[in-house]
Structures are given as C-alpha cells and as structure tokens.
C-alpha cells in the first residue's frame, strides 16, 4: 500500500518541481477508468512561482501528449513534454497509445472542471482551510490575511495604544520609555521608535 502524501525536500533547482509534476500526472493517470482522480490529488509547494510552473508543466504535457502527431507508428510528443511524459509512461508502465488515450481523458476532465486542480501553496492551503473554518476559529466571516510588515506593525501598535491607561505594566513601560527617550534627547513621540 502507497503513502497518502509524498514529501520531496530538496535545495533550489535540484528538480523538485519534476518530480512533484511526475507524481502529480502518474496518480491522475493511473486508473484509465477514472479521468477525475486529479479531483483528490494535492500537490503543495512554498513558493507561487513553482506552483505555477507545475501547473503549466502538467497542463502542458498533457496537452502534448494528447494532441501530438504519430510518425511511423510512435507518438511525437517532442520538447519539455517529452521527458515528464516518458517518466510518467515508465512508472505507469504502460505504451504510448495508452498514455495518449489516458492524457485526452484527463485533459479533458481538468478542462471542464478547471477549479478542482489543487495546485498551489502551503499557504494558498491554509488560507483556505481557515477560512472554510472560520466560525468555528471565532474569526469574523469576511477576514483579510495581511503579509506587508509595516501594516502589521502599525495595526499592532494601535492595539497597543488602545491598551494604554488600562493595563498597569503596559503603561509603566511605555512611560518609562518616553522618560528614557526624553533623557536621552530623542524626540518625546516614541512612535516612529515603537516601529523600528
């Protein structure tokens, strides 16, 4: 019996994206009787730029695959398609007609329900596990996920001046800090400080 998931770590530019691509297209064309497999397939990596380069490697193939010429009774799928499409075809271990008739199944299927290709990143993922889980999370059902640190730590000071006057030690310490800054001959506004 094979894994659930598959973890590939490796440095840039040893072949992750390959790899992940070979596994992708193996598991979706692995049951010719079953072109919607890629339906309950994952494939996550770290950055935006890989998955999208997955995506198209996939798409791609098959489309090679699928729609390439026969000369002398083999199949052209020529280009990048031709060594993913071969690594598929090894681990499936099946012949180039079959690979052709899988790949047109498969493309097709992809192409009417384009919006169940999960390919993306861990947090493409997670956004959308979070937000599926919203209510449950006790997050408001209309949340944004902000990723520019400035914004974060302008949001984060604003929580802390609203705590001001009210919890004992927030106010000490930022008074004595206002002290120290005075003392020291920096300006008495500590915000621009509070955001360094």
């Known amino acids: 019996m094979q894994a659930a998931f598959q973890v590939y ?94 790949s047109k199944k498969v493309l097709h299927a992809m192409l009417h329900d384009y919006g169940a290709i999960a390919i993306g990143t861990l947090d493409q993922f997670t956004h959308r596990l979070v937000r599926t889980f919203a209510i449950e999370l006790g997050l408001p059902g209309q949340f944004d996920v902000e990723i520019e640190q400035e914004t974060l730590l302008e949001l984060s000071l604003a929580a802390l001046y609203q705590d001001l006057g009210e919890d004992k030690m927030l106010t000490t310490m930022l008074s004595q800090f206002v002290a120290q800054n005075i003392e020291d001959e920096k300006a008495p506004d500590i915000h621009d400080a509070l955001m360094n």
Do not use: C
């Open 9 to 102: 770590s490796a440095s840039a530019g040893s072949g992750k994206t390959f790899l992940l691509a070979v596994s992708y297209l193996t598991a979706a064309l692995k049951d010719p009787n079953r072109p919607g497999a890629f339906r309950h397939i994952m494939a996550l990596t770290f950055m935006n730029k890989a998955a999208k380069e997955m995506r198209e490697r996939i798409l791609k193939t098959l489309v090679a695959v699928s729609e390439a010429p026969k000369r002398d009774g083999q199949f052209q799928w020529g280009g990048k398609a031709e060594r993913l499409a071969s690594a598929v075809q090894e681990k499936l271990g099946i012949n180039q007609e079959e690979m052709h008739h899988r």
